[in-house]
T-cell receptor
Framework: AQKVTQAQTEISVVEKEDVTLDCVYETRDTTYYLFWYKQPPSGELVFLIRRNSFDEQNEISGRYSWNFQKSTSSFNFTITASQVVDSAVYFCALSDYSGAGSYQLTFGKGTKLSVIP | ETGVTQTPRHLVMGMTNKKSLKCEQHLGHNAMYWYKQSAKKPLELMFVYNFKEQTENNSVPSRFSPECPNSSHLFLHLHTLQPEDSALYLC????????????????FGPGTRLTVL
């Protein structure tokens, strides 16, 4: 069965520090997809990135970067020069074949990031 | 309106009440989802609809009854709920519902914060 572990429950950093959010996943499939979502206090999950298992290239988008390591089943997320607006709960999610004819998301428990001014 | 909208944003109901949550997506997607987010628990998938047909029901109690009249609207009818059903209920939509041999990205609404007294 698929599983996503976000070992860090809460992290606090001072503004402008870099922070890395860890994500470790388990799946038996060779084809799967990984996602990160941001949930600010307003409640809406905001999509950040989608990555398939065949694309191990790291990705950078502005202050955000993602490190995908199949060898360690990890998909870590780094925020560079953090800002107060980055304060939110961040979810890592895995989508693999559900066996019911479709792919469905399994979420980790989330990491609450607090950026202190 | 753009994206995924949900109404109401907050709902307080007694255990004997009947109420409905509404979700509408303006993205032209064909799949819609209900998730439950409780404190300190991962997001739980409740129901999936693809092209108005229910394709997933993750052992949800019958006091939750979904309805999908068309690909843009999704309802969750609630009756005789329990206090443990208090949670944030999130709706999401995606293009193909993961049926096309790959996982597509789900876009979420802001959620309905439900309190059952």
């Amino acid at each position: 069965a698929q599983k996503v572990t976000q070992a860090q429950t809460e992290i606090s950093v001072v503004e402008k520090e870099d922070v890395t959010l860890d994500c470790v996943y388990e799946t038996r499939d060779t084809t799967y997809y990984l996602f990160w979502y941001k949930q600010p206090p307003s409640g809406e999950l905001v999509f950040l990135i989608r990555r398939n298992s065949f694309d191990e290239q790291n990705e950078i988008s502005g202050r955000y970067s993602w490190n995908f390591q199949k060898s360690t089943s990890s998909f870590n997320f780094t925020i560079t020069a953090s800002q107060v607006v980055d304060s939110a709960v961040y979810f890592c999610a895995l989508s693999d074949y559900s066996g019911a004819g479709s792919y469905q998301l399994t979420f980790g428990k989330g990491t609450k990031l607090s950026v202190i001014p | 309106e753009t994206g995924v909208t949900q109404t109401p944003r907050h709902l307080v109901m007694g255990m004997t009440n009947k109420k409905s949550l509404k979700c509408e997506q303006h993205l032209g997607h064909n799949a819609m989802y209900w998730y439950k987010q409780s404190a300190k628990k991962p997001l739980e998938l409740m129901f999936v609809y693809n092209f108005k047909e229910q394709t997933e029901n993750n052992s949800v109690p019958s006091r939750f009854s979904p309805e999908c009249p068309n690909s843009s609207h999704l309802f969750l009818h609630l009756h005789t709920l329990q206090p443990e059903d208090s949670a944030l209920y999130l709706c999401a939509s995606s293009q193909r519902g993961g049926l096309a041999g790959e996982a597509d990205t789900q876009y979420f609404g802001p959620g309905t914060r439900l309190t059952v007294l």
